[in-house]
């Protein structure tokens, strides 16, 4: 079975795939298949993930399930390997394990000073993967890496990347960092509204908990924004880099932008008032559109 990290196409990205209700998780993947989405990308922030990735494989036959990511400081690498042989072995090769070293914020919430020297770790983490006793293969697994160093260990050591919250221009970047073959697979924010006022609010609220965060704030900044596009709730300047908002032909466009930046897959995260409920209308409608 070809490695899920030959993806191409458009997926969804969703929280509400990995947090929100179960049965309505596993209809929604359901309906994802029928519509041509080629992946769905779930979140890592704490809880059972194992289950949620085994609710979404178990709702679909050929759609790549993937980690958006696999938050290293919350699951053991044997654990991972583990787990990750034992879905190959019941549904095939559908897993693509995006793996990344979170925030310190999230992470020193409960043990102050547990995040340090997060490029080692992530090393350390994939060598734990390579010596375990079922391997994760280098081709089942991505990193979630935005900057140079952890660019060139996606290149080394995984089968490419999956950037978080980038524009079509930092896709580029990543790009040229990998070269040819490697996967990259960028993450897209999408509201469908036509109106600036309400478009930017519904952009701002989902960007609200991301803007403090010095990984992402320093990577706009590596791109060519400033302190004053992360203050205050993001510039439109950079709220509209990082959201696309419009109709349809206008969120095909900034898909397309990815495309032609060099991105192999490029995964939607439709932003709703909420974030909980799958976006069924939506994708739905976004399907003929940006799926083909």
Known sequence: MTASSDLTGTGVWSSALRYGDPAAAADAAAELETLGYSAMWIPDVGGDLFAAIDTLLGATSDTTVATGILNLWLHDADETAARVHDFVQRHGRRLLVGIGVSHAALIDMKEPGRYDKPLTRMREYLDALDAAPEPLPVADRVLAALGPRMLELARTRAAGSHPYLVTPDHTRRVRGALGVGPLVAPEQAVVLETDPTRARELARGHLAGYLALPNYANNWKRIGYTDDDVAN????????????????????????????????????????????????????????????
Not at 260 to 275: E, M, N
């Open 233 to 292: 709730g993001g510039s439109d300047r950079l709220v509209d880099a990082l959201v696309a908002w419009g109709d349809d032909d206008v969120l095909l466009a900034r898909v397309q932008e990815h495309r032609d930046a060099g991105a192999d897959h490029v995964c939607i995260q439709v932003i709703t008032d909420d974030l909980m409920a799958p976006p069924l209308d939506e994708w739905r409608r976004l399907a003929p559109v940006l799926v083909g």
